[in-house]
């Protein structure tokens, strides 16, 4: 693998100091970083945004490739002075999305002071999954509201729960899970759907950092009608064939939510994410990635702050 890339290209003096390199696209790039997985602005051009920090450095920062990885920031050496100039890159770092979630939690972590890390989303947008590989990567413990609940009925189903006590007592306890929760430090708690539908839940959950994983109603019912809605009681009372139906029971229950999802520090759309990789389906961004773009807009809010 080279270690030393000679990039030709022109650089443009921007705004100040923002800088925009774009780089003709017949480049001698090494295998790992193919034109593939660089952003094509243009046909015959990649485009590096970024500040231009230091005379003769220009940082990439992490960028999505079009294969759907995050590739850590990559250091060109060049020079604003002229066009065309040469520009080198100077450091690279492997493209093991693992290690890429790792460093930006280590970066981040500091910054969090301990505070929690509450997921909120409509069912079956991957909290839970991705409460455990952000609790991971950040060395914090991981709470499940839902499985909380179960654990305090004696190992009752949510479900179960609902048939015989009806959705306003689990609400209560939903409630009563969160504010313990909420005096405590370093946690990633993945909260029911419905968590965000209560104001005192939001006044519990602001001590920490809200995130709201947005995702497409079509793939929460493909998601959804895979693994069965058994264990999600509020998907039972429509007719159809079970995607169908799924779809119309998510659609009526995401309008009534989607102003109380947004009440969220960060958003992280899945759909987004997707079209920013040209992937075309949203199932096919993998978890790993989607956690990796959770931190980023959590570090995002925390510099806005
Ligand atoms: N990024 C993803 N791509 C594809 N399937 C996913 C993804 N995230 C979660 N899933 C699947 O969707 C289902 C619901 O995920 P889960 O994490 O339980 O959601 P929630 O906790 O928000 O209800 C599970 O079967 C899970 O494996
Ligand atoms: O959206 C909701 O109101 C609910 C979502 C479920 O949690 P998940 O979001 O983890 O599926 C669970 O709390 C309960 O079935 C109610």
Not at 179 to 207: C, D, E, F, Y
């Amino acid at each position: 693998m080279p270690s030393f890339l000679s990039l030709c290209g022109f650089w443009k003096k921007r705004k100040g100091h923002d800088i925009e390199a774009n780089v003709s696209q017949g480049l001698q790039l090494p295998t790992w970083i193919t034109e593939a997985k660089i952003v094509k602005k243009q046909d015959s051009f990649l485009q590096f945004l970024g500040k231009y920090k230091e005379q003769n450095w220009f940082q990439i920062p992490h960028f999505m490739t079009r294969k759907g990885r995050f590739h850590e920031p990559i250091f060109l050496k060049g020079s604003c002075s002229s066009e065309n100039v040469a520009a080198s890159l100077v450091d690279s770092a492997s493209l093991d999305e693992s290690k890429i979630l790792k460093n930006i939690s280590e970066k981040i972590k500091p910054c969090l002071n301990g505070r929690c890390i509450y997921l909120v989303g409509m069912m079956g947008s991957g909290k839970t999954t991705l409460g455990k590989i952000l609790s991971e990567a950040l060395g914090f413990s991981f709470y499940d509201c839902d499985a909380l609940i179960e654990q305090a009925f004696g190992g009752s189903t949510v479900a179960e729960i609902f048939k015989s006590y009806g959705e306003g007592f689990f609400r209560d306890n939903e409630t009563e899970i969160l504010q313990k929760l909420s005096s405590m430090h370093r946690l990633v708690v993945s909260t029911g759907g419905g968590a965000v539908v209560r104001p005192i839940n939001w006044r519990h959950m602001q001590k920490g950092i809200t995130v709201w994983l947005d995702v497409p109603l079509e793939a929460l019912a493909t998601r959804l009608t895979a693994i069965g809605t058994d264990s999600r009681p509020l998907l039972h009372n429509e007719s159809g064939d079970p995607y169908s139906k799924t779809l119309k029971r998510l659609s009526t229950i995401f309008k009534e939510r989607v102003e109380a999802y947004a009440n969220a520090d960060a958003r992280v759309s899945l759909q987004n994410i997707a079209s920013k990789l040209g992937i075309e389906d949203v199932c096919d961004v993998a978890p790993t990635t989607i956690a990796i773009e959770v931190l980023l807009q959590i570090e995002n809010f925390l510099k806005i702050r």
